[in-house]
């Protein structure tokens, strides 16, 4: 089978936001394709953090995609730290990555802005990037149209690399873009994307009673002043949750109640909710029955990682001999 990369932040508990925009693709790829999952802890150094904050965050996010359908019989699944050749290839590409190509990035001048002194890990993030997707030799990467400047990025490096070093052959093939709709989830605000960062996001692990304390006082149509006045369900945020939780005679419901101001907002908050945590019920249960076993946790995640390390290690042999450094023992 086609052989598939990506990596998530350990940015805490998965978010709603997580689980529509990223999560519930890789449970359906995992059904096709050879694919390779990992919490990049390494990734998540590059600026100011809490190391006691970033090693619970790791276990978070762990147990989150278990519990959202990630099955560890079926994929790759593991921690990027637990794989050292990770930080060896990224220092190695760093011998044919251009420096302009790096500072060109979008994602580095939109950072980089919220810095007094810049971090080199912000701007070598690419690298590190494509040291995760070329280490495994993978086929595809499922990106959203936002994560095509640094795919390209990592097909250069993979080129750069091949001609330096590869002797007249492509030894790492270069990753092709898998497209994926991409499902963009405003964050309760309203006005910005779901991120923990902004503390906008409902968490799926989130108990019902925590959901309701966020959804109820939620950015709606700001048309909708008083009760009676009607709305534009086009408007509304917690609407365009409804197209993602309710099913489609509710959306339909939803948007005539709005329109006619048959509901007021709390009720339209009120079904979104319901149908909501009846969708998160079961992640919640079994995010809960590994959370009572963490040794289950520990033990998935290193046989991921053992898997992982014994493709990285045949790699980095190949890598470190092409590369002319003297055999090791």
């Not at 953090?49 to 619970?56: G, K, V």
């Not at 109820?216 to 009760?227: E, N």
Request: aromatic share 8%.
């Amino acid at each position: 089978m086609p052989r598939i990369f990506s990596g998530i932040q350990p940015s805490g508990e998965l978010h709603i936001g997580n689980w529509l925009g990223a999560v519930q693709n890789w449970v359906r790829l995992q059904q096709t394709y050879d694919c390779i999952y990992c919490v990049v802890d390494l990734h998540a150094i590059t600026g100011k953090y809490e190391p006691a904050a970033l090693q619970r965050r790791t276990w978070e996010m762990a147990v989150g995609l278990l519990a959202a359908g990630v099955d560890p019989n079926r994929v790759t699944l593991f921690v990027q730290s637990h794989v050292p050749e990770h930080a060896e290839l990224q220092w190695l590409f760093n011998a044919v990555t251009p420096i302009g190509e790096l500072e060109r990035m979008t994602q580095f001048k939109d950072k980089s802005s919220r810095f007094e002194s810049v971090p080199a890990g912000l701007l070598n993030y690419p690298v590190l990037m494509a040291a995760d997707i070329l280490l495994y030799r993978a086929d595809l990467v499922p990106v959203g149209e936002d994560q095509v400047q640094h795919l390209e990025l990592t097909r250069e490096i993979c080129r750069k690399w091949n001609a330096e070093f590869g002797g007249g052959e492509d030894y790492f093939p270069e990753p092709k873009p898998l497209l994926t709709q991409a499902k963009r989830v405003m964050g309760l605000d309203g006005q910005s994307k779901m991120s923990k960062s902004l503390g906008n996001t409902i968490g799926i692990l989130e108990p019902p009673e925590e959901v309701w304390a966020k959804l109820r006082p939620a950015k709606t149509d700001p048309a909708r002043v008083r009760r009676q006045d009607p709305g534009t369900p086009e408007n509304c945020n917690i609407y365009a949750l409804h197209g993602f939780f309710s099913p489609p005679e509710t959306v339909a419901t939803v948007a005539h109640n709005c329109r006619t101001a048959a509901w007021g907002c709390i009720e339209c908050k009120k079904v979104l909710s319901d149908n909501l945590n009846a969708q998160l019920d079961p992640i919640r249960a079994r995010a809960a029955e590994l959370s009572a076993h963490p040794e289950t946790v520990v033990e998935l995640l290193g046989d991921g990682a053992e898997r992982a390390r014994r493709i990285a290690r045949e790699t980095m042999r190949e890598v470190r001999e092409r590369m002319g450094f003297l055999a090791r023992d």
